[in-house]
């Protein structure tokens, strides 16, 4: 029997060309609150959420050009250019940050809640229909970008989710993935 919530897992897929129109607050907040229902141990609350819209994904984008035209002084006005409107595909773009325990176990357990409230937030937007993907790349390590998004040096950028309404036409269906047999070792069974 279909399960709603086995078919959101195995129907998400990510969408990097999403459409301009923008997104209402509420179903961002909806999708956060989601985020947030991630596993997590002794329930530190390690992630943060920097939501941006409007100018705001401008202020990243020059923050992330300035460390692009740091690190390669041949860049040229056009390509500074590309680099600084880069969060502009989508009109959402979520930045999802850790707030790490001090103690190294703690640590990284708190960075796999993190990553378990991207995918939670991922099969949101999925559940409501909008296109997500999650972005990385060196943007996340730019102490630019970090101080452009108010992150203290312990912490994380995790990953940059951009959002939007699916444009028409796009083939949002998933890709075949192979089964998990091949990454799996069966035990006493
Ligand atoms: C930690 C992490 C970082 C990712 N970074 C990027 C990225 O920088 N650019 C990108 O296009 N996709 C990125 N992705 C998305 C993956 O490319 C995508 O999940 C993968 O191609 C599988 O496609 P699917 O999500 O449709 O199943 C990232 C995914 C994860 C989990």
Same mark, same amino acid.
């Given at each position: 029997?279909?399960?709603?919530?086995?078919?959101?897992?195995?129907?998400?897929?990510?969408?990097? !060309?999403?459409?301009?129109?923008?997104?209402?607050?509420?179903?961002?907040?909806?999708?956060?609150?989601?985020?947030?229902?991630?596993?997590?141990?002794?329930?530190?609350?390690?992630? !943060?959420?920097?939501?941006?819209?409007?100018?705001?994904?401008?202020?990243?984008?020059?923050?992330?050009?300035?460390?692009?035209?740091?690190? =390669?002084?041949?860049?040229?006005?056009?390509?500074?250019?590309?680099?600084?409107?880069?969060?502009? =595909?989508?009109?959402?773009?979520?930045?999802?940050?850790?707030?790490?325990?001090?103690?190294?176990?703690?640590? =990284?357990?708190?960075?796999?809640?993190?990553?378990?409230?991207?995918?939670?937030?991922?099969?949101?937007?999925?559940?409501? =229909?909008?296109?997500?993907?999650? !972005?990385?790349?060196?943007?996340?390590?730019?102490?630019?970008?970090?101080?452009?998004?108010?992150?203290?040096?312990?912490?994380?950028?995790?990953?940059?989710?951009?959002?939007?309404?699916?444009?028409?036409?796009?083939?949002?269906?998933?890709?075949? !993935?192979?089964?998990?047999?091949?990454?799996?070792?069966?035990?006493?069974?």
């Amino acid at each position: 029997m279909p399960d709603p919530v086995l078919s959101a897992i195995h129907g998400r897929r990510s969408v990097g !060309r999403v459409s301009a129109d923008p997104v209402d607050r509420e179903v961002v907040e909806e999708l956060l609150d989601a985020a947030v229902a991630a596993p997590n141990h002794k329930e530190t609350a390690p992630w !943060r959420f920097v939501v941006l819209a409007g100018d705001a994904r401008g202020i990243v984008g020059e923050a992330h050009a300035q460390a692009v035209a740091r690190m =390669r002084p041949d860049l040229t006005p056009e390509g500074r250019a590309k680099e600084a409107a880069l969060l502009d =595909r989508a009109p959402v773009v979520i930045a999802c940050c850790l707030i790490p325990g001090v103690d190294p176990v703690r640590a =990284r357990e708190d960075r796999d809640a993190v990553a378990a409230a991207v995918q939670n937030l991922l099969l949101a937007a999925h559940a409501r =229909r909008l296109g997500a993907i999650w !972005r990385t790349g060196t943007m996340t390590d730019e102490p630019e970008v970090r101080e452009a998004l108010g992150l203290e040096p312990r912490d994380a950028l995790v990953g940059l989710v951009y959002l939007g309404h699916l444009p028409d036409g796009v083939d949002s269906s998933p890709s075949p !993935r192979r089964g998990s047999d091949p990454f799996t070792e069966w035990r006493g069974w």
